[in-house]
Protein backbone atom coordinates (compact mmCIF):
# COMPACT_ATOMS: atom_id res chain seq x y z
CA UNK A 1 0.00 0.00 0.00
CA UNK A 2 3.45 2.16 0.31
CA UNK A 3 5.89 2.83 -2.26
CA UNK A 4 8.63 3.91 -2.16
CA UNK A 5 10.86 5.35 -5.02
CA UNK A 6 13.46 8.06 -5.69
CA UNK A 7 16.60 6.00 -4.73
CA UNK A 8 19.74 6.02 -6.43
CA UNK A 9 23.79 6.55 -6.71
CA UNK A 10 24.88 9.69 -5.68
CA UNK A 11 28.56 11.16 -4.51
CA UNK A 12 28.93 12.83 -1.23
CA UNK A 13 27.74 16.15 -0.27
CA UNK A 14 24.98 15.36 -3.25
CA UNK A 15 21.07 15.30 -3.06
CA UNK A 16 18.47 13.04 -3.26
CA UNK A 17 14.52 13.47 -3.21
CA UNK A 18 12.95 10.40 -1.98
CA UNK A 19 8.84 9.77 -2.48
CA UNK A 20 6.46 7.99 -0.45
CA UNK A 21 3.34 7.08 -2.06
CA UNK A 22 -0.09 5.05 -1.77
CA UNK A 23 -3.15 4.20 -3.52
CA UNK A 24 -5.56 5.07 -0.66
CA UNK A 25 -6.18 7.61 2.29
CA UNK A 26 -3.54 5.14 4.28
CA UNK A 27 -1.04 8.56 3.48
CA UNK A 28 -3.16 11.65 3.83
CA UNK A 29 -4.91 10.77 7.40
CA UNK A 30 -1.93 9.58 9.31
CA UNK A 31 1.39 9.98 10.14
CA UNK A 32 4.28 8.75 7.67
CA UNK A 33 7.81 8.10 8.89
CA UNK A 34 11.10 7.31 7.07
CA UNK A 35 13.22 4.12 8.25
CA UNK A 36 16.72 2.99 7.12
CA UNK A 37 18.76 -0.01 7.23
CA UNK A 38 22.12 -0.71 5.87
CA UNK A 39 23.96 -4.07 5.96
CA UNK A 40 24.47 -5.63 9.53
CA UNK A 41 22.60 -2.83 11.64
CA UNK A 42 19.22 -2.50 12.89
CA UNK A 43 16.41 0.01 11.21
CA UNK A 44 16.79 3.63 11.85
CA UNK A 45 14.03 6.05 12.21
CA UNK A 46 14.86 9.10 10.34
CA UNK A 47 12.08 11.67 9.90
CA UNK A 48 8.63 11.78 10.52
CA UNK A 49 5.74 14.29 9.31
CA UNK A 50 2.40 14.14 10.90
CA UNK A 51 -0.86 14.23 8.82
CA UNK A 52 -1.46 17.99 9.09
CA UNK A 53 2.07 18.48 8.34
CA UNK A 54 2.36 20.47 11.87
CA UNK A 55 4.57 17.52 13.92
CA UNK A 56 8.17 17.24 12.06
CA UNK A 57 10.69 14.48 14.10
CA UNK A 58 14.45 14.00 13.18
CA UNK A 59 16.82 11.94 14.08
CA UNK A 60 19.71 13.49 14.83
CA UNK A 61 22.40 12.36 12.80
CA UNK A 62 19.75 13.95 9.82
CA UNK A 63 18.60 16.78 11.29
CA UNK A 64 19.93 20.05 9.08
CA UNK A 65 20.46 17.92 6.14
CA UNK A 66 17.43 16.25 5.35
CA UNK A 67 13.61 17.70 5.05
CA UNK A 68 10.34 15.85 4.85
CA UNK A 69 7.06 17.32 3.95
CA UNK A 70 3.94 16.28 2.51
CA UNK A 71 1.49 16.73 -0.47
CA UNK A 72 -2.05 15.28 0.49
CA UNK A 73 -3.38 16.34 -3.00
CA UNK A 74 -0.39 13.99 -4.54
CA UNK A 75 -0.92 11.19 -1.95
CA UNK A 76 2.81 11.81 -1.48
CA UNK A 77 5.26 11.91 1.14
CA UNK A 78 8.95 13.38 0.50
CA UNK A 79 12.35 13.21 1.97
CA UNK A 80 14.72 15.44 0.31
CA UNK A 81 18.40 14.83 1.37
CA UNK A 82 21.08 16.82 1.12
CA UNK A 83 25.13 16.84 1.91
CA UNK A 84 24.23 13.14 1.61
CA UNK A 85 27.52 11.03 3.57
CA UNK A 86 28.78 7.73 2.97
CA UNK A 87 27.43 6.58 6.65
CA UNK A 88 23.57 8.01 4.84
CA UNK A 89 23.90 4.63 2.48
CA UNK A 90 21.14 2.17 3.31
CA UNK A 91 17.43 0.91 1.84
CA UNK A 92 14.98 3.80 2.91
CA UNK A 93 11.50 2.93 4.08
CA UNK A 94 8.61 4.66 4.33
CA UNK A 95 5.97 3.61 7.35
CA UNK A 96 2.57 4.42 8.75
CA UNK A 97 0.86 2.91 11.64
CA UNK A 98 -2.54 3.36 10.33
CA UNK A 99 -3.53 4.79 13.59
CA UNK A 100 -1.47 8.18 14.26
CA UNK A 101 -1.85 11.53 13.12
CA UNK A 102 1.39 12.74 15.53
CA UNK A 103 4.57 11.45 15.22
CA UNK A 104 4.68 10.34 19.01
CA UNK A 105 6.70 7.12 19.69
CA UNK A 106 7.00 6.96 15.92
CA UNK A 107 10.22 4.93 16.21
CA UNK A 108 7.41 2.15 17.14
CA UNK A 109 4.41 0.77 16.24
CA UNK A 110 4.30 1.17 12.66
CA UNK A 111 2.32 -1.73 10.75
CA UNK A 112 2.67 -0.36 7.13
CA UNK A 113 5.43 -0.78 5.51
CA UNK A 114 6.23 0.02 1.55
CA UNK A 115 8.94 -1.60 -0.03
CA UNK A 116 12.21 -0.24 0.04
CA UNK A 117 14.59 2.13 -2.14
CA UNK A 118 17.87 1.62 -2.26
CA UNK A 119 20.25 4.89 -1.59
CA UNK A 120 24.09 4.58 -1.89
CA UNK A 121 26.41 7.08 -1.13
CA UNK A 122 29.41 6.89 -2.88
CA UNK A 123 32.54 8.53 -4.75
Known amino acids: QLQASGGGLVQPGGSLRLSCTAS????????IAWFRQAPGQEREGVSC????????KYAGSVKGRFTISRDNAKNTVYLQMNSLRPEDTAVYYC??????????????????WGKGTQVTVSS
Open 95 to 112: ATSGRRRLCLNWNNGMDY
Open 49 to 56: ISSGSGML
Open 24 to 31: DSLLDDYA
